[in-house]
């Protein structure tokens, strides 16, 4: 069993449909158990509570983070960073959906912080992203614009893709702010990203508050780039 479960996890997440993807999460870990790989099935049960509380299920969500919990508190922290920025990003969005902003905030902070200090910048971009939903105002266009900045000097191509829906999704709030040339210049950079990267292009945007409906976007509002 891979010990950097990243990019296995993400390639069995389907976009619209979080019950399918929980059911491959969950085949996944008996052998993760069998074989002890405590920070691989940490990975596996953050992303379990992630498709439980996209069904709106947060209580069995809070069920398996308690068991991730559980698992971080008996492993080595050294091995368990990436882990752990998961569970803190999972436990923050359940905190979120279920209404405690500002314990969902504390959650994205620090799973912010300690994805940039073990460099999984992908996981440092969600964390920013999911503290700009979280937030209001200014604050939360300065986290989507730390994001996006981080998104665009990511090394490897699992953070390059938060570029263009980022891009999006500030598009749509400049252009509820009534700054619709940069929101034009960064609709236009988006279709950009997109066609390079041979994604998908979304026609037009619709938008609920600041939650964009580019084709990443998830049903309680947050994006889920892979």
Not at 35 to 64: H, K, P
Not at 65 to 75: M, T, V
Not at 112 to 138: F, K
Not at 145 to 150: G, I, N, S, T, Y
Request: aromatic share 6%; net charge negative.
């Amino acid at each position: 069993m891979p010990t950097n479960t990243t990019p296995e996890l993400t390639e069995l997440w389907k976009h619209d449909d979080p019950a399918a993807s929980q059911n491959s999460f969950m085949e996944l870990m008996p052998a993760a158990e069998a074989a002890a790989d405590n920070a691989y099935t940490v990975g596996l049960l953050s992303q379990i509570a992630r498709a439980q509380g996209l069904q709106r299920n947060y209580e069995a969500a809070n069920a398996s983070l308690d068991r991730a919990k559980k698992l971080l508190d008996s492993g080595e922290p050294q091995l368990m960073q990436a882990a752990l920025v998961s569970y803190l990003l999972e436990r923050g969005r359940i905190y979120r959906a279920s209404g405690y902003e500002d314990r969902a905030e504390d959650y994205f902070l620090e799973a912010y912080e300690m994805a940039l200090d073990c460099s999984e910048t992908a996981m440092a971009i969600d964390a920013a992203h999911m503290l700009g939903l979280t937030l209001t105002g200014n604050e939360s266009t300065d986290w989507f614009e730390r994001a996006l900045k981080h998104s665009g000097t990511g090394l490897n191509a699992q953070a390059r893709r938060w570029e263009a829906p980022l891009c999006e999704l500030l598009g749509r709030i400049h252009a509820e702010d009534g700054r619709e040339e940069d929101a034009r210049r960064l609709f236009g950079e988006a279709a950009q990203l997109r066609h390079s990267l041979g994604l998908a292009v979304g026609g037009e945007l619709k938008c609920s508050g600041v939650a964009c409906a580019c084709p990443e976007s998830l049903t309680d509002g947050s994006l889920l780039v892979l």
